[in-house]
């Protein structure tokens, strides 16, 4: 089992900057994918980006490119996802996922055994 821990949420103003942190514990090791999910209301739930453990390639929505970047912390069992350049579609609950292998490129939730809690991020306009 996997135990995964959100940390960072919380509102910001449109055009800001939010890092969300999410905590590993358990039986982790090198092959596992991790990374983030989000859910707005009325929405499904979106893949945001992924990081593989082992070789740090990473994947990233189309919605996010350019604005979120990803990394993980070997040392700290971390991984940190960094938002800039905020909006107002960016709201939602925000889930720290992982999986067992070593391609970040799957975006479906299915794949994904592990789920954090969620924290909530709010973009005020």
């Known amino acids: 089992q996997v135990q995964l821990v959100e940390s960072g949420g919380g509102l910001v103003q449109a055009g800001g900057s939010l890092r969300l942190s999410c905590a590993a514990s358990g039986r982790t090791s090198s092959n596992y994918v991790m990374g983030w999910f989000r859910q707005a209301p009325g929405k499904e739930r979106e893949f945001v980006t992924a990081?593989?453990?082992?070789?740090?390639?990473?994947y990233f929505a189309d919605s996010v490119k350019g604005r979120f970047t990803i990394s993980r912390d070997n040392a700290k069992n971390m991984v940190n996802l960094q938002m800039n350049s905020l909006n107002s579609e960016d709201t939602a609950v925000y889930y720290c996922?992982?999986?067992?292998?070593?391609?970040?490129?799957?975006?479906?939730?299915?794949?994904?055994?592990?789920w954090g809690q969620g924290t909530q991020v709010t973009i005020s306009s």
């Open positions: 996922v992982a999986r067992r292998g070593s391609d970040p490129t799957y975006s479906f939730a299915s794949f994904y055994e592990y």
């Open positions: 990081i593989s453990w082992s070789s740090g390639s990473t």
